[in-house]
């Protein structure tokens, strides 16, 4: 541990810094390389917004076929589209939004009602007038104007979730793979000796593990170690 300690001192801290940053670049560029194979990392964190759509919009709603425009196969197609692709969250849940007001029916009215917590008569009423054009009351304008900031609080919770399990599967993918690329960078500096010195492997692990979360703001922190460096220097003098 003594050596350990001793070889870390000898280090040039900026280089080193920068050095991690770039491996956790390295490791961040793999994990996006894969969303060219059927959306790779980026398929996470979706499950969460199909589980708040289907309880939104019923199977039983699709119309004529699969490929109709509205029905849930259809909606869950486009948001699965725009998820992959990297909308804006906003936007994504505006999208959203309109997708499940388009399919309310006076058929699936009571589903969307029991998901959402309002009256499913007044909202089968809602469904009904809207696709006739009729004006709505005001108890109904009321109702629906819950009904719309419920479905708003539902599909901010599921977004919100699968943006969460996205952002955090993809770090962690990133730090096995730096791990993985900083050992196996270690192994060709080092040779067939590298698994027989324990230094070099736990350093490798360090280096790993340090890349994902330093990569970021590596070139800012090098330059504040070399700024605190210089400062210390003239302290001495």
Do not use: C
Request: charged share 15%; no cysteine.
């Amino acid at each position: 541990m003594f050596e350990i300690a001793t070889s870390l001192s000898n280090l040039d801290l900026p280089k080193v810094v920068l050095a991690i940053g770039s491996l956790g670049t390295a490791a961040y560029g793999v994990v996006d390389a894969t969303k060219g194979f059927g959306g790779g990392i980026s398929n996470r964190g979706f499950g969460d917004i199909k589980g708040v759509i289907s309880k939104l919009i019923p199977p039983e709603s699709a119309n004529v076929s699969p490929d109709a425009a509205l029905n849930l196969a259809s909606a869950l197609r486009t948001l699965r589209a725009n998820w992959l692709n990297g909308m804006l969250l906003g936007d994504q849940k505006s999208v959203a939004k309109a997708l499940v007001k388009l399919n309310l029916t006076p058929g699936n009215a009571s589903h969307m009602a029991a998901a959402t917590g309002v009256d499913k008569d007044v909202l089968a009423g809602i469904a009904t007038k809207m696709g006739s054009s009729t004006a709505l009351s005001p108890q109904e304008t009321d109702v629906y104007g819950r009904f719309d900031l419920l479905l708003s609080a539902l599909l901010d919770q599921g977004y919100q979730r699968a943006d969460q399990r996205y952002r955090n599967s993809a770090k962690l993918l990133a730090v096995f793979i730096a791990i993985f690329l900083a050992i196996v960078g270690a192994r060709i500096v080092v040779g067939d000796a590298f698994f027989s010195n324990g230094s070099e492997v736990l350093r490798a692990l360090i280096a790993g593990l340090l890349a994902t979360p330093l990569a970021p703001i590596a070139k800012d922190l090098s330059s504040a170690i070399q700024a605190g460096a210089k400062a210390a220097q003239s302290w001495s003098k």
